[in-house]
């Protein structure tokens, strides 16, 4: 008889965003008469840039003929493609070589696949609230999972506790949820803790593309972080590949456990376990590097922080506590009155048709917070925030 993964039933068998869905579509077969506003799940709305569209009609085009038909694509991605991002880096003070860079179909499925080549023993460090990828793709694998407390008191940031030993570390900088972002000596105290204890530190930099201030868009800005980091990065919110899939993960040449390289475990991973990502959508991606591209992508880019700027000064005009706002399409602040996360959720929803995320939904320091994303309408945005304001000030 076949046998399941037992640790699966480790995990919430309802998954964030489908709870959401499923209340949301309870309320609007309700009440067909009332107006939603979605600013819930973190993706985007914009088209994406003009130049993307361009590279990928043409890459299509290109495999309708002969002389330019590409089948299996490499492994790791192509070199132009990786070159462009290795190029990228540089700009932001990071030194990443094109053949440290692994083409991938988005961020969420790295964060989640790059266990594999982890030992089940090793003890998993994430800081809560969390991304729910992180704990439940360790959970399916069966590894213990400790948390790093991320509240008010620290600013939604948790650091580093010498008492507690971890072996890999999952750091998300800009946040997801809390729309916080580590600055440089912050960063550097979790490598210095990483290097001591000979742990990895798998870094999530989804949302970089965000950031405004002078902070770190990268963990291999950080001295020390090529021997002690893997960088996981997407397109999805820098330039709208939420439905296109496609990111890219850094495995440094020169990180090392236990005298195996981590470059080679991955590659062999890869080799086995993926295909890689399309010609057309490769060539978008590179359009996304392009001048043309860049320009194209920093337009919608501000779009969105315009609307986490709305979002943020109607915090600040409710004298309500709040995270993100800035560097960060997310604003994460503190349910009025005492509310629980999902009390206000259905406060929100039933009172003025608007959706968030309840802060519950990413652990239990996220009680009593809620998230609400960047990524809708200018219209909507501002439509939102003139029914919050009219609600929370009768």
């Known amino acids: 008889m076949a ?25 609007a077969a ?3 008469e009332k107006s939603i506003i979605k600013m819930g799940i973190g993706d985007v709305t914009l088209p994406l840039p003009a130049a993307t569209v ?8 290109d ?22 991002i290795s190029d990228y880096y540089k700009e932001f003070g990071a030194e990443v070589s094109a053949d440290e860079i692994f083409i991938s179909d988005g961020a969420k499925s790295d964060c989640g696949n790059i266990g594999d080549i982890f030992a089940q023993d090793n003890t998993v460090l994430v800081t809560d609230p969390v991304y729910p990828v992180y704990v439940d793709t360790n959970l399916m694998s069966g590894r213990k999972i400790i948390y790093a407390d991320s509240n008010e008191a620290n600013g939604f940031a948790a650091m580093p506790d010498d008492n507690i030993k971890a072996d890999i570390i999952y750091l998300c900088s800009p946040n997801n949820p809390t729309g916080s972002a580590y600055n440089k000596e912050q960063l550097k105290a979790w490598v210095d803790y990483a290097t001591e204890n000979d742990a990895v530190i798998i870094y999530d930099s989804a949302y970089e593309a965000f950031i405004t201030e002078d902070l770190p868009r990268s963990i291999y800005c950080i001295e020390g972080a090529k021997k002690c980091a893997i960088e996981i990065c ?3 919110k820098t330039a709208g590949f939420t439905g296109t899939r496609c990111g890219y993960t850094v495995v440094p040449k020169e990180l090392e456990r236990e005298g195996v390289s981590l470059y080679k475990l991955w590659y062999r991973r890869q080799a086995t376990k993926f295909n890689g990502v399309s010609w057309p ?9 392009t001048k043309e591209g860049r320009r194209q992508v920093e337009e919608n880019l501000n779009y969105y922080r315009e609307n986490a700027k709305i979002i943020a000064d109607t915090m600040d005009e409710l004298g309500i506590f709040y995270t993100g706002g800035k560097n960060s399409p997310y604003v994460w602040f503190k349910c009025p009155n005492k509310m629980s996360s999902w009390e206000f959720f259905d406060y929100m929803l039933e009172n003025i048709g608007v959706v968030g995320t309840p802060g519950e939904g990413f652990g239990k320091n996220g009680e009593g917070f809620f998230r609400l994303t960047a990524f809708s309408s200018r219209e909507n945005t501002v439509e939102a925030m003139r029914r919050l304001k009219e609600l929370l000030k009768k």
Not at 3 to 27: C, G, H, M, W
Not at 55 to 61: M, P, Q
Not at 63 to 81: A, H, I, N, Q
């Open 3 to 27: 046998k399941i993964n037992p640790y699966f039933s480790d995990i919430k068998q309802n998954y964030l965003f489908a709870e959401i869905a499923k209340r949301v579509n309870t309320f």
């Open 30 to 32: 309700e009440h067909p």
């Open 54 to 61: 361009e590279a990928l009609k043409k890459g299509a085009e």
């Open 63 to 84: 495999l309708s003929r002969k002389e330019t038909f590409k089948g299996y694509p490499d492994y790791e991605g192509y070199d132009f493609v990786r070159n462009a």
């Open 234 to 236: 997407s397109l999805s």
């Open 281 to 289: 959508v490769q060539c978008a991606a590179a359009a996304v590097f």
